[in-house]
């Protein structure tokens, strides 16, 4: 089992930032992706950002140049760097990580933009 733990959501006013962490723990062995997603209200859960390992960096269109994903070379921890935020980035943002075909999803953290 893979143990997934969000920290870094809050209010925060539009066009400021926040910086989400995810700590990965357990019975990590062969990560093939760790990312972002998000779900506002009334809407389905979308990708904000995911890093394949080894290959590449995926970005919603809507957070390209404003949102930036990083991980620790442990691949312990990743990071989800949010600037300019809009009214519009409201929602429970999610981590992921995909080990093999088995997917594992923390709890979500809540970021509210807001004046």
């Known amino acids: 089992q893979v143990q997934l733990v969000e920290s870094g959501g809050g209010l925060v006013q539009p066009g400021g930032s926040l910086r989400l962490s995810c700590a990965v723990s357990?019975?990590?062995?062969?990560?093939?992706?760790m990312g972002w997603y998000r779900q506002a209200p009334g809407k389905e859960r979308e990708l904000v950002a995911r890093?394949?390992?080894?290959?590449?960096?995926n970005y919603a269109d809507s957070v390209k140049d404003r949102f930036a994903i990083s991980r620790d070379n442990a691949k312990t921890r990743v990071y989800l760097q949010m600037n300019r935020l809009k009214p519009e980035d409201t929602a429970v943002y999610y981590c992921?990580?995909?080990?093999?075909?088995?997917?594992?999803w923390g709890q979500g953290t809540q970021v509210t933009v807001s004046s």
């Open positions: 992921h990580v995909l080990q093999d075909n088995d997917n594992y």
């Open positions: 357990g019975s990590i062995f062969r990560l093939n992706a």
């Open positions: 890093i394949i390992i080894g290959r590449t960096i």
